[in-house]
């Protein structure tokens, strides 16, 4: 058999080089088909085709060869052979992608380009809609292809409805297009992938981080919900926007209390929402978002952090919600200063939106715990008056005769006769010197024990059912304040003293107990503190440093200034009261204090002391700012009230 193929063979030979190419063919095609498998001799049939002219013919004997060495694994030889048949026919389409695959397991992916943009004109031309989106798939899947290639690749295979392939091929151009910078578009590709794929929680969670960092919170309505946010903090925050921004009140405070509990130390950005509200003029939502900063730190037990949440909301102006709260939070952690102050302000929005009853209800809590107070009592008549009460005089003395059954009446001594007034104009002159005595603003300065304040003294109490004069012995009045000794005459009123004398000596001094080089170190850390935000502690190390004689006056100033700025006007009063009492360091200084104290007085419904105040300003500096202006008012004030 040998014998024969090799004697065949020599046959076909010598029909090729006699140029006899149909018995060559036909010689050499016997051979391939008693030997499909001899490479060579299929080799030199196809290129007899091709010198025939028979380009088809000669172009599948080459494939053939290439075809089975590409299953082998030998790619350069199978190469050589495609090349050769793209040479013969160069719109051959299935030697295009072979080459294309070739090159590119070969990195050749320029070369891999080319043959496939190639083979992707073919297709198109004999409109192979498939065929072509292959073409383009197949290119996008190259290393190193562009954003634009793939995104083509994407679009073409959801056309087709292969939306797999399409999400997987967005996807790819989400991360090149990140990869450049080009960040809105690789959100878009993103977008797509989840319209192929909406139940893809994990994607929906991605794209809506991927918008939330970008600030395209308008963007995030439609994929955001509590499921997909999860217990991812950024998330949750951006829902919470998207609710309030719908109006959904009840699940944005839903959504943000989550936010809140997973991310206790983002409280800063919830309150940073409600001041935007807030400015906006929309106070009720700002309480709102507000509040559950306030209730995330009461139930974690920081009571300071509700208590300054809440003051610094009240900073903006009365509002009773976050009043009422404060009275409330405050009650519960014991702080028996802010519930005092807190309480006041209430009381006073009440009057002031025409609650009569709830006014009331709160001035009566606070004249029953300090019945010599001027402040409360007018508080008490006005709500009176409000809820109709006839006398609300007589009403307010039946309070006091409660809480004081016994009269107490006095003898002053023989050695001191001319002081003698009558019970009337005790009352009068207590209750105006009350708050500056038994202010409850002093645990709120943290102005330090003073134990003789504790209770109202003896002096206070009057016989309210005398209607004549008696004769009042002050001095065991004076040493139950704390003063100085009975015998002392440096610390006690003189024979014939006048009675603001007297009350000026029963004002309590706080001890000296520091050095000058203490106290300018505590002042200094005060205004530092303060200009830090650390306002609490600032205000206490001013207060330490008014016990300094030395800085006396400049702290009492600015404590004052700062608690009315604050809101917390009574407790301002009473420091710039201290200060106006004190040598100022220049004249400026002096007339600015009580400047400020009548502002004060007036802004707090003294319209007397302040327009005594403004009078004695008047009397030393008379073009004093507008001084003359608010007298004016106050005057006119003043006469309609007695009116």
């Not at 090149?176 to 929680?201: C, F, I, N, W």
């Not at 409360?376 to 059954?405: C, K, S």
Request: aromatic share 4%; proline share 4%; with cysteine.
């Amino acid at each position: 058999m040998s014998i024969d193929r090799e004697t065949a063979l020599r046959q076909a030979e010598k029909l090729q080089r006699e140029g006899k190419l149909d018995l060559a063919i036909a010689a050499y095609a016997r051979l391939v088909e008693a030997q499909p498998r001899d490479w060579n001799t299929i080799n030199t049939l196809g290129d007899l085709y091709l010198r025939a002219g028979d380009v088809d013919r000669g172009v599948a004997q080459f494939v053939q060869i290439a075809d089975h060495l590409f299953s082998e694994g030998f790619f350069p030889k199978a190469a050589a052979l495609y090349k050769k048949t793209l040479k013969a026919k160069p719109d051959h389409e299935h030697t295009l992608l072979r080459l294309a695959e070739i090159a590119g397991g070969q990195e050749l992916l320029a070369d891999a380009r080319a043959y496939l943009r190639k083979l992707w004109e073919l297709r198109s031309e004999r409109g192979d809609e498939r065929g072509a989106a292959e073409c383009l798939v197949r290119l996008a899947s190259l290393p190193q292809a562009d954003a634009e290639t793939i995104l083509t690749a994407a679009r073409v295979s959801r056309a087709l409805g292969d939306n797999e392939q399409a999400a997987s091929l967005f996807r790819g151009a989400a991360g090149e297009l990140q990869k450049a910078g080009r960040d809105a578009a690789a959100l878009e590709a993103l977008a797509q992938v989840m319209s192929l794929q909406p139940t893809d929680t994990a994607l929906r969670r991605e794209l809506v981080g991927r918008y939330v960092t970008a600030g395209q919170l308008d963007q995030v309505g439609a994929l955001l919900d509590a499921e997909t946010a999860g217990s991812e903090p950024d998330l949750l925050l951006a829902l919470g926007q998207i609710e309030l921004s719908r109006k959904d009140d009840a699940a944005a405070c839903a959504t943000l209390t989550r936010f809140i509990t997973v991310a206790t130390e983002r409280s800063p950005e919830v309150l940073r929402l409600a001041g935007e509200l807030g400015r906006a003029g929309d106070a009720q939502r700002a309480f709102m978002l507000s509040e559950i900063v306030v209730d995330d730190a009461v139930l974690r037990g920081d009571w300071d952090r509700a208590i300054d949440v809440l003051q610094q909301f009240l900073v903006h102006g009365p509002h009773l919600p976050a009043l009422v709260k404060l009275v409330q939070v405050a009650g519960d952690a014991g702080h028996e200063d802010v519930l005092q102050e807190s309480r006041e302000r209430l009381a006073d929005a009440y009057l002031e939106n025409g609650q009569g009853p709830d006014a009331q209800s709160v001035a009566e809590v606070l004249f029953e715990g300090a019945p010599e107070s001027a402040v409360h009592a007018a508080r008490l008549r006005r709500a009176m008056e409000m809820t109709g009460v006839e006398d609300p005089d007589a009403a307010v003395q039946a309070i006091r005769a409660r809480l004081f059954p016994a009269s107490v009446v006095v003898a002053a001594p023989a050695a001191e006769p001319d002081i003698a007034v009558t019970v009337e104009e005790i009352e009068i002159e207590a209750e105006t010197a009350a708050f500056t005595i038994h202010g409850v603003d002093d645990d709120l300065l943290d102005l330090g024990p003073a134990p003789e304040l504790e209770s109202p003294p003896e002096v206070l109490r009057v016989n309210e059912r005398a209607n004549q004069p008696a004769e009042i012995d002050l001095s065991d009045a004076l040493a139950a304040l704390g003063g100085s000794s009975v015998a002392s005459t440096a610390g006690r009123p003189q024979a014939g003293a006048s009675l603001e004398a007297i009350f000026e000596a029963m004002r309590p001094r706080g001890a000296d107990y520091r050095t000058v080089a203490e106290g300018a170190e505590l002042y200094e850390r005060g205004l530092r503190r303060l200009e830090d935000g650390e306002i609490r502690d600032g205000l206490a190390d001013l207060a330490e440093a008014a016990r300094v004689p030395a800085f006396r006056f400049p702290a009492a100033s600015r404590l004052g200034r700062e608690y009315v700025a604050r809101g917390h006007a009574h407790a301002g009063i009473e420091w710039l009261e201290r200060a106006a009492e004190m040598p100022a360091p220049t004249r400026d200084a002096g007339l600015a204090v009580l400047y400020d104290l009548g502002v004060a007085l007036n802004g707090v419904g003294e319209s007397t002391r302040a327009l005594a105040v403004m009078m004695e300003l008047e009397a030393d500096e008379p073009n004093y700012r507008d001084v003359r202006q608010r007298l004016q008012v106050l005057a006119r004030a003043e006469e309609e009230r007695r009116g």
